[in-house]
């Protein structure tokens, strides 16, 4: 993947522009289409890019973005017909690029899952599909604080906040791992808005966040650690008959829908969603009814997951579950990022943004077919990845200690293709079929692929 790949992103709305955002500190090369001139304004005055005001199914704007350069063509509006045209015309430009879509609607998609291909798309993303994937895999590790999960591999990712009384607060990373006792990986460090990637001699400060990478079976040790229990919910609440929660509920087995509660206030959608789960309770009612957590005995519930469309009323009822005795609470976050620090304070569990699912999926495509999945940490500063490695790649059969990093990025874990998973030390051994989870400075992402491409 060279430095100078030239990105066309059509639509300048959440996903487009944080997109945007990342790949300009990748330093490449990005211009965005946009109809709304208002809008266009406002990201030409924030982002270091070209933006052309126009329609995306219109060839002259197209051709004016420069598409027939382009590397990838991203098409990230709200309607999905465009989106499928955009990508249908930039083909017929030229075949050579690279085109993803995001689409919505069933009728494209297929219920069952995504087609290979549209009209020509080399990839598509679900929006919805990808945030219920995310909260699914929140719920199946049994934890709800900040997580993340990865395709192929079974070692996780916390992302902790240092407290005066934490073990790792005021000590150095070497002798965290010694005195601990557990295996685990510190693969970056957020530090007042700075991302630092660690050394052994790096001391971890109260008031820093780290990314923890440790083996699913060294879990119970860490949670003990850090304060944190696992228990994995048997009794859910889910409130709002989103397109989110009919993804999610197809993501249970079919047996765990008898313990699964959905509040909703449209007749309608109470309707399709019980035609559609027969096992599943659906009460019609306003969640902000304070009666209903007494009358159906939410309080009672292991969790509550909250996917309305509005992002004010999915915090607060979070929140205020959690304050009469739900144990744990998950918010989605639709239309503006900016409520993910405020979930953190109001005792929320997790937050999923349906934009940042969106964009890790789109970059997943964009960094070459051996990556498995992508994730962005720290609000984008640093991104981590899982790599397959396969024959022919120039690590095969290396230590660690022999990949001169030039502390640029973390090897913060390998699962084996037996499944084993390694807390990797300079003497493990890179092997075919190992999956590798690699963690770099959003600008360090071109050094650190070419290492292992």
Partial sequence: MIATMKVVILGAGKRGTLLARHLIQERRDVTIIDNDPKRAAEVQGRLDCMVVVGSGTDPA?????????????VAVTDSDEINLVACGIVENIRAEVTTVAAIRNLTYTGKDGLPATILGINYIVNPEAEAARSIHAIIERGIFSDVITFERSNLVLYNIYVTEKSRFANQSIMNCRASIGTEFVIAAINREDEGIVPSGNTIVFPGDTLSIVASDTDRPALFKLIGQHRVKPKKIVIVGGSKIARFLLRAFDVSQHRSIVLVEQ???????FASIFPNLLVVRSDI????????ER???????????????????????????????????????????????????????SVSEATVDSLLKYMRGAHVES????????FEIFEFSITPGMAVVGKKLKEINMRNKGIIAGITKSDGKNLIPTGATLIEEGDTMLVCAGREELDFVQKIFS
Wanted: charged residues 30%; glycine residues 4%.
């Fill in 61 to 73: 704007k197209l051709r004016e973005a420069e598409v027939g350069k382009a590397d990838i063509f």
């Fill in 266 to 272: 449209d007749p309608t959608v109470c309707e399709h």
């Fill in 288 to 295: 902000t009814d304070e009666s209903i957590f007494e009358d």
């Fill in 298 to 352: 939410l309080d009672t519930y292991d969790l509550l997951i909250s996917l309305t469309d509005n992002d004010e009323l999915n915090i607060i009822t979070a929140s205020y579950a959690k304050r009469v005795g739900v144990k744990s609470a998950i918010a989605l976050i639709k239309n503006n990022n900016n409520y993910i620090r405020l979930a953190r304070h109001l005792d929320i569990d997790s937050v999923i």
């Fill in 374 to 381: 992508v994730h962005s940490l720290f609000n984008g500063r």
